[in-house]
């Protein structure tokens, strides 16, 4: 079993800053692509930004310039700096990962895994 625990949301100012982890834990023995979506209150959830275990990104057209995704692979943790936050980034943000892990003795199983989410409010 893999879990995903994300931390760092918040309430936060527009103009202000917020950076969000995410730390994979379990029998992991292989993280490709890690990201982060965000889901408003009756929208569909929404790919944020994305990054390969290489280090290739792809960013939401909305948050380009504005947010940054990084990883750090020997501690199995992704990032989402978060600058110049506006009004509309409110929603509650899931960190996602695409893992290969050990289920048994020479056993491995690839699946997507997702975290509890975290609140971010950008309000004044």
């Known amino acids: 079993q893999v879990q995903l625990v994300e931390s760092g949301g918040g309430l936060v100012q527009p103009g202000g800053s917020l950076r969000l982890s995410c730390a994979a834990s379990g029998s992991i023995s292989t993280i490709y692509a890690m990201g982060w979506y965000h889901q408003a209150p009756g929208k569909q959830r929404e790919l944020v930004a994305s990054?390969?275990?290489?280090?290739?990104?792809t960013y939401a057209d909305a948050v380009k310039g504005r947010f940054s995704i990084s990883r750090d692979n020997a501690k199995n943790t992704v990032y989402l700096q978060m600058n110049s936050l506006k009004p509309e980034d409110t929603a509650v943000y899931y960190c996602?990962?695409?893992?290969?892990?050990?289920?048994?003795?020479?056993?491995?199983?690839?699946?997507?895994?997702w975290g509890q989410g975290t609140q971010v409010t950008v309000s004044s």
């Open positions: 990054i390969t275990s290489g280090g290739s990104t």
């Open positions: 996602n990962a695409d893992v290969k892990s050990r289920s048994g003795l020479y056993i491995y199983t690839r699946d997507n895994y």
